[in-house]
């Protein structure tokens, strides 16, 4: 069982920039797919950004040339920068991985950081 701890939400002003830290309970060398995807009330979680094992990333379309997700394969951590922040952008983000692992495919999740944008 992989265990996931997001960190670095919190309350910024629109404009502002924040950077969300995932750090994963062991290698994350071997995972296939790591990312971030989000939810705010009453709305579906969706996907933000993800990152493969080779640097492949893909974006959403609402945060592309703003956000920016990379991972350290030696801190066993994907980050996720987000600059010009918008209210629009308020949600609960969570980690993912995805790992193919003896021929099965396994997903986890953390328990979530609340990203806030507002003045």
């Known amino acids: 069982q992989v265990q996931l701890v997001e960190s670095g939400g919190g309350l910024v002003q629109p404009g502002g920039s924040l950077r969300l830290s995932c750090v994963a309970s062991?290698?994350?060398?071997?995972?296939?797919?790591m990312g971030w995807y989000r939810q705010a009330p009453g709305n579906e979680r969706e996907l933000v950004a993800t990152?493969?094992?080779?640097?492949?990333?893909k974006y959403a379309d609402s945060v592309k040339g703003r956000f920016t997700i990379s991972r350290d394969n030696a801190k066993n951590r994907v980050y996720l920068q987000m600059n010009s922040l918008k209210p629009e952008d308020t949600a609960v983000y969570y980690c993912?991985?995805?790992?193919?692992?003896?021929?099965?495919?396994?997903?986890?999740w953390g328990q979530g950081t609340q990203v806030t944008v507002s003045s």
């Open positions: 993912y991985v995805h790992w193919w692992r003896g021929g099965l495919p396994y997903d986890y």
């Open positions: 990152i493969t094992s080779s640097d492949s990333t």
């Open positions: 062991e290698s994350i060398f071997s995972f296939n797919v």
